[in-house]
């Protein structure tokens, strides 16, 4: 990706994702080190929120709006502005793994993704704990700290972890078909409290595949594009939710997402 010429259509977008996630980064960074001063609420059952979430899509959303004035706008906390198919759409999620964060648990992270015509062009991940930065610009691979990323070759779901995602959206008995198949399947579950982290790390081939029953949009699109930049298969999940909906999502290496696909009930 080093090559990427300057002329690129989305160039400028997927450097103002980089900048706009590692300046994010380290304001959710800040309120992580000092976790007692935060105040912790509640949005649901296992749902909790707090300043730095909100302080964090601020940041995130006023630098980009000051860059691309033009672009629309879907944030986990402030909701959607300006979505219009005729403009192009930043998608994020300030802090994606909010409870690891409040826990001071190390898997959580900035996403941020950016769609036009109908499909994801940049998808940025940051974990500032680890400062690690995941990368990928449609059509021109994906990096982890400007290194290129690829999934896993597996052929069987006995060969590796998948990563299982849960919210209070998913029903106790669909977690537990999934669990269960999963294990009928020689497999073995992964949960990190991020799903857009554990996609990324399906991308680096640390993980083989990543099952939910519900993810929304923001939490998803920019790991997407990581996974599908790094030679996996995702389920159509931007055709079937578009940029403010969710659904399920099926990602992985080629040889096993047939397999993962069969562990949705
Ligand atoms: C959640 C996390 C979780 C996933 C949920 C998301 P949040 O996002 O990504 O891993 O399973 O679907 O809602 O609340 O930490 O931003
Ligand atoms: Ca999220
Ligand atoms: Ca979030």
Excluded at 52 to 81: C, M, N, Y
Excluded at 182 to 197: N, Q
Aim: charged fraction near 20%; charge should be negative; proline fraction near 6%.
């Amino acid at each position: 990706m080093s090559n990427l010429p300057e002329e690129h259509p989305w160039r400028s977008r997927f450097d103002a994702a980089i900048i706009t996630a590692r300046e994010a980064g380290a304001v959710a960074l800040g309120h992580y080190r000092n976790l007692s001063a935060l105040t912790v609420e509640s949005k649901g059952v296992q749902d909790p929120v707090s300043e730095a979430d909100r302080q964090t899509e601020d940041v995130i959303k006023s630098r980009l709006a000051a860059l691309f004035p033009e672009d629309a706008f879907v944030g986990e906390e402030t909701g959607a502005e300006g979505v219009d198919p005729s403009r192009g759409t930043w998608v994020v999620d300030p802090i994606d793994g909010t409870q690891p964060f409040l826990l001071g648990l190390p898997t959580w992270c900035v996403s941020i993704a950016y769609v036009a015509h109908d499909e994801i062009q940049v998808g940025v991940i940051y974990n500032p704990v680890t400062d690690e930065l995941y990368a990928a610009l449609r059509g021109h691979g994906a990096t982890l700290d400007g290194k290129p990323m690829g999934v896993q070759q597996v052929e069987g779901l006995d060969q590796g972890l998948t990563g299982m995602g849960c919210s209070s959206r998913t029903t106790p008995e669909e977690i537990g078909h999934i669990a269960q198949s999963l294990r009928a399947a020689g497999g073995m579950y992964h949960r990190c409290g991020s799903g857009a982290l554990t996609l990324a790390y399906v991308a680096t081939g640390q993980l083989i595949g990543y099952v939910e029953m519900h993810i929304n949009a923001w939490d998803c699109l920019a790991a997407i594009l990581l996974v599908e930049e790094s030679g996996g298969r995702v389920s159509p999940f931007l055709r079937e939710n578009g940029v403010t909906g969710g659904g399920p999502i099926i990602a992985g290496a080629p040889g096993v997402f047939t397999q993962l696909a069969s562990l949705l009930p």
